[in-house]
């Protein structure tokens, strides 16, 4: 990305019940936004970012793991690996 900052004057809009921003097509395209992206608040103020299409929110996570073909035979093996010896009895 470019060291050079470039800022612009853009108008609070009402949308409904709530205010919106409008994006000028040419910033939208630059950036590969589409129908939805990640507002996010920071310390230096609200950030628009990317949605990454990629990763898997908890729902699509939990189902890929159900539907994963695992050997879970060495998980009990894991259970007597020691770590009950030291010292924090949580029974």
């Given at each position: 990305m470019e060291k050079h900052l470039r800022s612009?004057?853009?108008k609070i809009v009402p949308i409904g019940n709530?205010?919106?921003v409008r994006?000028?097509?040419n910033l939208l395209q630059k950036?590969?936004?589409s129908?939805?992206?990640?507002?996010e608040e920071t310390d230096?103020?609200?950030?628009?970012?990317k949605k990454d299409e990629d990763k898997l929110s908890w729902a699509d996570t939990y189902k890929a793991m159900a539907n994963a073909d695992e050997d879970?035979?060495?998980y009990e093996a894991t259970l007597l690996d020691?770590?009950?010896?030291?010292g924090c009895d949580n029974s």
């Open positions: 612009k004057d853009i709530s205010f919106g994006i000028p097509k950036y590969g936004f129908e939805t992206l990640i507002l230096q103020g609200l950030l628009l970012r879970w035979n060495d020691g770590l009950e010896e030291d």
